[in-house]
């Protein structure tokens, strides 16, 4: 099986842009988390999509935000760039409900300048 | 507040030795364990993980045990080998509707394997 998918792998944006990022998930997995990874907070949950709803949320502000399409893809979305979302965001897909074993992507490593 | 830390920034073994990194956890509602490994640029990938109904679960060359009475749990690697040197991380989960799809990580443990 192909393993979760993230696009772009890096992405260099200005002060005040908005981005967004895509994920795959593996095939048959249906729930797909969002986490932001940062050297002084290391990796922060953000969101979770299942069946193009999304049941749960961490603590970030309303500037970040995704959706899932019907294909199980999900795309995440920050809006008025901050220099603190320059981080590695990560994709991490899993089956529904236990065992909890999520699957990771590469990762798309966020730059704000 | 930090529910599940990795007091251990890193760890220094020689290779063939045993490899033991530690975690504990404050919220007593986690009954899931996992243990991730990262490379530089790459995402976290699985390891191995553990029920809070078992206290030990192998695979391989690694072990993990889990102390619910105090909250820790441990990844043992044995023998330890240099491709085993990453940052490791320990994550916890729960059941419940409010924490559907969300892994708490540690600050993770950067391992070096010593040849």
């Known amino acids: 099986k192909a393993g979760v998918t993230q696009t772009p792998r890096y992405l260099i944006k200005t002060r005040g842009q908005q981005v967004t990022l895509s994920c795959s998930p593996i095939s048959g997995h249906r729930s797909v988390s969002w986490y932001q990874q940062t050297p002084g907070q290391g990796l922060q949950f953000l969101f979770e999509y299942f069946s193009e709803t999304q049941r749960n949320k961490g603590n970030f502000p309303g500037r970040f935000s995704g959706r899932q399409f019907s294909n199980s893809r999900s795309e995440m979305n920050v809006s008025t760039l901050e220099l603190g979302d320059s981080a590695l965001y990560l994709c991490?897909?899993?089956?529904?409900?236990?065992?909890?074993?999520?699957?990771f992507g590469p990762g798309t490593r966020l730059t704000v300048t | 507040d930090q529910q599940v830390k990795q007091n251990s920034p890193s760890l220094s073994v020689q290779e063939g030795r045993i490899s033991i990194l530690n975690c504990d956890y404050t919220n007593s509602m986690f009954d899931y364990f996992l243990w991730y490994k990262k490379y530089p640029a790459e995402g976290p990938t699985f390891l191995i993980s553990i029920s809070s109904i078992k206290d030990k679960n192998e695979d391989g060359r690694f072990t993990v045990f889990l102390n619910k009475s105090a909250k820790h749990l441990s990844l043992h690697i044995v023998p330890s080998q240099p491709g085993d040197s990453a940052v490791y991380f320990c994550?916890?989960?729960?059941?419940?509707?409010?924490?559907?799809?969300?892994?708490?990580f540690g600050q993770g443990t950067t391992l070096q394997v010593k040849p």
């Open positions: 991490a897909s899993s089956w529904q409900g236990p065992p909890y074993e999520q699957y």
């Open positions: 994550a916890a989960s729960y059941d419940g509707s409010s924490n559907t799809g969300k892994l708490i």
